[in-house]
């Protein structure tokens, strides 16, 4: 008869710790590639593949660690090589040319150097979010927040709006080309930034007139961004505080990435201010890492919740489910639930 202990020996030779170190040991390759993001690695190599020699002239490195460096960006599948070391010529794999050569519209790599410069050092003090539940951003130095210090230079301003737009092009046009547009006519973005949503709704759904509203900074930028798409006599943008202020009248009403900045009483006043907003048969659109009900899948939209521990006084993300209970409190009929790209997704209720 077999014994436990023979039966605990056999499991053990199934498993292995290799999950746990390649998640424990994360951060090794997180930090390569966003140090390869901040050198312009890739923004080099898009203009033409290299040597390791010349790359370590036109990015300032030391011969040690050169091809170590450059070796595991190739291991970690951001850029191609032919021949080894001194005789090695790089070049960038398709998703790093197109993603993170900094010279092309679909950039995304400003929210990469976001999270190096800001989010990488304060996950430092995750454990201190967690036994505290405070703030652990620029608030725990006394510094100005990253929003306070934006809204300072209209230049770092039209940078990180546009980062954040091109990050979340994918989200948006996936919404604009799968979301049934066939019985509205209007759009209203609430925090709309750089008005991309409004942009690529209007141009995908050419009956859709749009608007993009969002506090005074930032609408130069919107108009900027609306006039180089051509699209100015199809997306309105509109300044305003979407806390003082009532929302614009719409048949849609969208926010993305804005309800998991707040806590719950919060949520409910944006949600109540949508509904009112909004016609019978209105929806309220929320793009964001919508966490599966049973929260075990979706580990991105749960550490983007941890993110909000570390970022706001009581902001968290939240399941499908969550979203029907504050929604229908509000008032709406029916909500569901539509995938988007990656770990995104959109919460859609129905009035």
Known sequence: METLKNIHVEESKKIDPSHIMQVGMGFWASKTL???????????????????????????????????????????????????????????????????????????????????????????????????????????????????????????TREFVNAMGGVQAGNFITFATSFDFSGYHTLCDIGGAGAQLSAHVAAHNPHMRCISFDLPPVSPIALENVSKMGLADKVTVKSGDFFKDEFPKADVITMGNILHDWGTATKKELISKAYDALPTGGALVILENIIDND??????????SLNMLIETAEGYDFTGADFDTLAKEAGFSQTHVIPLTGPSSAAIAVK
Not at 90 to 118: Q, T, V, W
Not at 295 to 304: D, Q, S, W
């Open 34 to 156: 966003l140090t390869a993001v901040k050198l312009e690695v890739f923004s080099h190599l898009a203009v033409k593949p290299s040597t390791g020699h010349e790359l370590k002239h036109l990015l300032g490195l030391q011969e040690r660690g050169l091809y170590d460096f450059f070796d595991t960006l190739v291991a970690l599948g951001f850029l191609h090589r032919s021949g080894n070391k001194e005789h090695a010529i790089y070049s960038n794999s398709a998703e790093a040319d197109l993603f993170l050569d900094s010279n092309k519209p679909s950039y995304i790599g400003g929210f990469l150097e976001m999270a190096n410069n800001r989010l990488y050092p304060f996950w430092n003090f995750l454990e201190e979010a967690l036994k505290t539940g405070a703030p652990q951003n620029e608030i725990r130095t006394g510094r100005l927040t990253l929003f306070e210090e934006l809204y300072l230079d209209h230049d770092k």
């Open 295 to 304: 929260r075990r899948e979706n580990a991105f939209g749960l550490m983007m």
